[in-house]
């Protein structure tokens, strides 16, 4: 399996995210971006609605850079505009820099056993707001069990509003000979001082145009809070390296 590719795409979404994700997940892989190489995920259009708001997201831009073997940096910016019948509307923008680390060498990087690697990074203060600057910090774990590769991810933050935020995810990717191959997510948040819970399911498919290009498409239900909502996403993966003189 090849390493994460850059991920330009229209995604539809509700949870915020600790670290940046391997689309079409919320959680992410055990694998970096090679040294040389930018990824750009790109979401022009995220779009929430609940009961009491409705959440814009234009546009989404995450850029991953390969720095040195192993090493990959992360830049996270979401711009947001929040319409509400009893408030006006109000814009955000939300950023954050994170590094990604590989640890342990495994089947991402065409070894045997488990990858494992590590993301951790600061998020800025959000403009026309009151926040603060917050922290993250990821354990990630790739391995390949039978016909599958399962990704497990566990995190631990400080959000902007300086509560604590615990994260757990589970990809399992079918590995076939087919283009076309079945993912699944679950994910598991909790937030210390609002006590907010929310657990997530996820069925979708990617489909690996190239070895350079792939799209995918899933669809998600939360549970938040005794609630449901539901999500569905689609984008574009595309992959290069920087030019080299």
């Given at each position: 399996?090849?390493?994460?590719r850059i991920r330009l795409g229209f995604v539809l979404l509700v949870a915020?995210?600790?670290a940046p994700a391997y689309r079409p997940f919320d959680s992410t892989d055990a694998a970096v971006a090679s040294p040389k190489e930018i990824e750009i995920e790109f979401g022009p259009v995220a779009y929430t609605d609940s009961r009491h708001a409705s959440i814009t997201d234009a546009p989404v831009v995450t850029v991953n850079v390969g720095l040195v073997d192993g090493w990959e940096a992360v830049i996270d910016a979401a711009r947001t505009i929040t319409r509400s019948s009893f408030e006006r509307d109000t814009e955000t923008v939300e950023t954050a820099l994170m590094l990604k680390r590989v640890l342990?060498?495994?089947?991402?990087q065409e070894q045997a056993g488990w990858s494992i690697a590590t993301e951790f990074g600061v998020l800025f203060p959000t403009s026309?707001?009151?926040?603060?600057y917050g922290a993250s910090w990821a354990l990630i774990g790739s391995q390949a069990v039978g016909r599958t590769v399962v990704h497990v991810n566990a995190a631990l933050a400080q959000n902007r509003d300086g509560n604590t935020e615990l994260f757990t995810g589970l990809i399992v990717e079918a590995m076939t000979s087919e283009p076309v191959r079945p993912v699944v997510e679950l994910t598991f948040e909790y937030e210390r001082g609002?006590?907010?819970r929310s657990a997530g399911a996820l069925v979708g498919?990617?489909?690996?145009?190239?070895?350079?290009?792939s799209f995918d498409i899933a669809a998600r239900a939360v549970r938040e809070d005794h609630e449901w909502s539901y999500?569905?996403?689609?984008?574009v993966t595309w992959a290069f390296a920087m030019a080299r003189k």
């Open positions: 399996m090849c390493a994460k915020p995210h600790v342990r060498d495994g089947v991402l026309h707001s009151d926040d603060d609002t006590e907010t498919a990617i489909w690996e145009r190239s070895d350079n290009l999500e569905g996403r689609i984008g």
